[in-house]
């Protein structure tokens, strides 16, 4: 964890998830479409066997395989420089941009209110929460995927404080 999230009061780390933003579900978006042309230019070279048609599938598969790859190595870069992650506290959460420097800290205390919408489709699967608080804009962030653990660990901190959903 980054040391200026360390140094915020907000008590004991509870956990730290990965959030994305409009462009993040937009990458998902276009990383599934890509797969599905993929598997349709396959089948295709399968069926049509035009000339080259190996070096042609081998082309497409490696261009699915390179943004696999670029995937789980932004993963792992998001991890290790605290960007666009959400730290359950004791106390709060806190909410890191791009860069991994602090986006929006939020106190349990000074939260109204907390939704959570989720989309679960073929192009686009996320949550998205929207934290309402006293005196301050909300906060709206997504987590990807069908069954994010900061869905759970979330309405369950939540929960734990007092905090209706």
Same mark, same amino acid.
């Given at each position: 964890?980054?040391? !200026?999230?360390?140094?915020?009061?907000?008590?004991?780390? +509870?956990?730290?998830? *990965?959030?994305?933003?409009?462009? @993040?579900? $937009?990458?998902?978006?276009?990383?599934?479409? =890509?797969?599905?042309?993929?598997?349709?230019? &396959?089948?295709? $070279?399968?069926?049509?066997? %035009? %000339?080259?048609?190996?070096?042609?599938? *081998?082309?497409?598969?490696?261009?699915?395989?390179?943004?696999?790859? &670029?995937?789980?190595?932004?993963?792992? *870069?998001?991890?290790?420089?605290?960007?666009?992650?959400?730290? =359950?506290?004791? !106390? @709060?959460?806190?909410?890191?941009?791009?860069?991994?420097?602090?986006? !929006?800290?939020?106190?349990?205390?000074?939260?109204?209110?907390?939704?959570?919408?989720?989309?679960?489709?073929?192009?686009?699967?996320? +949550?998205?929460?929207?934290? *309402?608080?006293?005196?301050?804009? %909300? =906060?709206?962030? =997504?987590?990807?995927?069908?069954? %994010?653990?900061?869905?759970?660990?979330?309405?369950?901190?939540?929960?734990?404080?007092?905090? +209706?959903?």
């Amino acid at each position: 964890m980054r040391q !200026d999230v360390n140094g915020l009061g907000l008590g004991q780390l +509870h956990g730290s998830y *990965a959030i994305a933003g409009i462009g @993040g579900a $937009l990458l998902q978006m276009a990383r599934r479409g =890509l797969v599905a042309l993929a598997v349709v230019v &396959l089948v295709m $070279l399968s069926v049509r066997k %035009p %000339p080259a048609a190996f070096i042609k599938g *081998a082309v497409t598969v490696a261009t699915v395989l390179a943004m696999y790859g &670029l995937m789980l190595a932004w993963r792992r *870069a998001t991890t290790r420089f605290g960007i666009k992650r959400c730290y =359950l506290l004791t !106390d @709060g959460l806190i909410v890191t941009n791009l860069f991994g420097g602090v986006r !929006d800290v939020v106190r349990w205390s000074s939260m109204t209110g907390l939704n959570q919408t989720a989309t679960l489709s073929v192009w686009l699967t996320f +949550h998205r929460f929207e934290i *309402a608080r006293h005196g301050s804009a %909300p =906060l709206a962030f =997504l987590a990807l995927g069908r069954n %994010p653990a900061l869905a759970t660990a979330l309405l369950s901190q939540a929960t734990r404080n007092g905090l +209706h959903h």
